[in-house]
């Protein structure tokens, strides 16, 4: 299935269909867990396409996952009232979200992909250790997941803004 413009300007193609399924499977067994991160990863977008600039937009769908993704750490430290080093994760995403949003290009999606990547492999270890169906299970699947696409994101943008870059002739 090759990529087609309808008349609403939107592309159509085999990876969407992909994610599409991904998402509707991932919702249907992480059910809740996955509703915060989206509902703020969704409210960041629409933040960003509204007051930030344009030449920009290439970077939103990793900004506002990596910020959803935060929020979603924030507010369970809030409902917990367990404050402790785990605090540092989505403090750090935020902090690499806005460097990511005010300077992007190699500083900041190194730094958030070193910390996604670290995240994601002990995610995952973790997820292992837990049993199938349990509320930790679900959750660390959202983390999990949610680290993939913020990686996924950011070298979409990152290939994009490299190919957009201007290149420069060296002269003779």
Sequence with gaps: MSAEVNDRGLKFNLATLAGLIVGLLVGQYAGVHLLIPLAGAGITHFALKKLAPTKRAAWFPAISVQTGHAIWFILGFLVLGQFDVGV????????????????????????????????????????????????????????ILLRG????????????SRREAPSVAPAI
Excluded: E
Aim: charged content about 5%; overall charge positive.
């Design 88 to 143: 540092l994760d989505p403090l750090l995403l935020l902090l690499g979200s806005l460097w990511l949003l005010l300077k992007p290009g190699a500083p900041p999606v190194l730094t958030l992909s070193c910390l996604q990547l670290a995240g994601f492999a002990y995610n995952s270890y973790l997820f292992m250790s837990t049993d199938l169906g349990t509320s930790a299970n679900r959750a660390l699947l959202v983390h």
């Design 149 to 160: 696409l913020a990686i996924g994101f950011m070298s979409l943008a990152w290939i994009k």
